[in-house]
């Protein structure tokens, strides 16, 4: 089975695969590879070795590697990989995907269907619905969740096509964050916009999103810019 191997050769001369240009609006890139090559993960990287389907080595931290087919027992890592198959893969060649675990920054969320807020004025809370945009930061947390999404495997997956996946769920995650961080600060709607660019959203343990979370999916900010008390009852999916 091909693996990822340390490489503590001299790299004079030698072709090196790396991806030094996942920015900012990409989730994933693919490369297709060749036994013997070698493999450059940088920071923020995580890489998978992949072929007909299936993951057949990982690499989290930064190096230099080799692919070499060897047969080297992992039970920790075949516990974890071992089950999963990316749909409609199944004829992939060998290949190397390079996923951004860098914070994705600076994406606009726009809710236009009222949600529910817990508004607290002189210690005691009332049921507001609002409107609200702004902005949020999330991050890859889970490669192998995201992969089990994922069908088949293109070239590049960028940050939009994911968005568009997990927009609902994204709002939903907003909803919740939004009042838990108003029941522990007592906030009313014009202070929560106020120090909302002060406040990560409560999503530590992120256990009331499970959706999020099927996707490898967490979120670690948000801010309001703009909102709008609306009369119009909660109306969700």
């Given at each position: 089975m091909v693996k990822l191997l340390d490489f503590q050769e001299n790299l004079e001369n030698r072709k090196i695969i790396e991806c030094p240009e996942l920015s900012n609006n990409i989730i994933f890139k693919k490369y297709n590879v060749s036994e013997g090559e070698i493999i450059k993960v940088s920071e923020n990287q995580f890489v998978c070795v992949f072929e007909k389907g299936r993951v057949l080595d990982i690499k989290e931290n930064e190096g230099i590697y080799k692919l070499e087919n060897i047969d080297i027992?992992?039970?920790?890592?075949?516990?974890?990989?071992?089950?999963?198959?990316?749909?409609?893969?199944?004829?992939?060649?060998?290949?190397?995907?390079?996923?951004?675990?860098?914070?994705?920054?600076?994406?606009?969320?726009?809710?236009?269907?009222?949600?529910k807020f817990k508004n607290w004025k002189n210690g005691?809370?009332?049921?507001?619905?609002?409107?609200?945009e702004g902005y949020y930061d999330f991050k890859i947390e889970n490669p192998k969740m995201m992969l089990s999404k994922v069908i088949g495997l293109r070239?590049?997956?960028?940050?939009?096509?994911?968005?568009?996946?997990?927009?609902?769920?994204?709002?939903?995650?907003?909803?919740?964050?939004?009042?838990?961080?108003?029941?522990?600060?007592?906030?009313d709607i014009d202070t929560l916009v106020l120090e909302s660019d002060r406040l990560e959203i409560?999503?530590?343990?992120?256990?009331?999103?499970?959706?999020?979370?099927?996707?490898?999916?967490?979120?670690?900010?948000f801010d309001i810019k703009k909102f709008k008390i609306n009369q119009k009852k909660f109306k969700f999916f």
């Open positions: 027992k992992n039970d920790e890592f075949d516990n974890i990989w071992g089950s999963l198959i990316v749909r409609k893969a199944e004829d992939e060649s060998l290949c190397i995907l390079f996923f951004n675990t860098n914070i994705i920054k600076h994406n606009k969320y726009i809710i236009n269907d009222p949600i005691e809370f009332s049921d507001i619905y609002i409107n609200l070239n590049l997956f960028t940050k939009q096509e994911l968005i568009e996946k997990i927009r609902k769920y994204v709002i939903y995650s907003i909803e919740k964050g939004i009042n838990e961080l108003s029941d522990e600060y007592k906030l409560k999503l530590k343990q992120n256990e009331y999103d499970l959706k999020l979370l099927e996707y490898g999916v967490k979120l670690t900010y």
